[in-house]
């Protein structure tokens, strides 16, 4: 299975602009990059995800490395409730998504 | 539009007995997967059923089960519970299995073995 690698956790000051790596090395031809992050007491919840090319939404964008063997999740402007831990997936045609421990992130007023 | 519901929410029970989760997807979404969240081993796939067929298993025991109905309501079976199997479950539904389908995750079911 394709890993993941992420720092075990941030720290962010509200307001500012967040940038979570994430490292995939062995990461196959047609692996979805997925970000989901899991606020305390709740299942998790979709960010972005991508194939090549980065994208945007309205909660982020995500850019994605020219050979795809990382990517990085920005949260253009942090608050309180963006406080979770975010999970880089890579998910392949299937849908068994495999979490690592994710990057717990902690915004600091 | 209705998201993932799962029920029981809280859910009590003693080593040796079985349980059965249950899992409703949002409307439309045929591709239903299970996961167990535990402080210890974080989150782990269990299974993921497409149009009433298992498509794929995690690392599980045979004592974890599962099925999907017509409607693509699914149900999770553990027999002979122990002690490990205390966790948070997950369930979450997608479209298809792509790999570029998003997947909504329910609220969870949490189960405690004593």
């Known amino acids: 299975d394709a890993k993941t690698t992420q720092p075990n956790s941030m720290e962010s000051n509200e307001e500012e602009p967040v940038h979570l790596p994430c490292n995939h090395s062995?990461?196959?031809?047609?692996?979805?990059i997925h970000w989901y992050r899991q606020l305390p007491s709740q299942g998790p919840e979709y960010v972005i995800h991508g194939l090549t090319s980065n994208v945007n939404n309205r909660m982020a964008s995500l850019a994605i490395a020219e050979d795809r063997k990382s990517s990085t999740l920005i949260l253009h402007r942090a608050t309180l409730r963006d406080a979770a831990v975010y999970y880089c997936i890579l998910v392949p045609i299937g849908n068994d998504m495999r979490f690592g421990a994710g990057t717990r992130l902690t915004v600091k007023p | 539009k209705a998201g993932v519901t799962q029920t029981p929410r809280y859910l009590i029970k003693t080593r040796g007995q079985q349980v059965t989760l249950s899992c409703s997807p949002i409307s439309g979404h045929r591709s239903v997967s299970w996961y167990q969240q535990t402080p210890g081993q974080g989150l782990q796939f269990l299974f993921e059923?497409?149009?009433?067929?298992?498509?794929n298993k995690g690392n599980f025991p045979g004592r974890f089960s599962g099925r999907q109905f017509s409607n693509s309501r699914s149900e999770m079976n553990v027999s002979t519970l122990e002690l490990g199997d205390s966790a948070l479950y997950l369930c979450?539904?997608?479209?298809?299995?792509?790999?570029?389908?998003?997947?909504?995750f329910g609220p969870g079911t949490r189960l405690t073995v004593l």
């Open positions: 062995t990461i196959s031809g047609t692996d979805y």
């Open positions: 059923y497409f149009s009433e067929t298992q498509r």
């Open positions: 979450a539904s997608s479209l298809g299995f792509t790999g570029a389908d998003t997947q909504y």
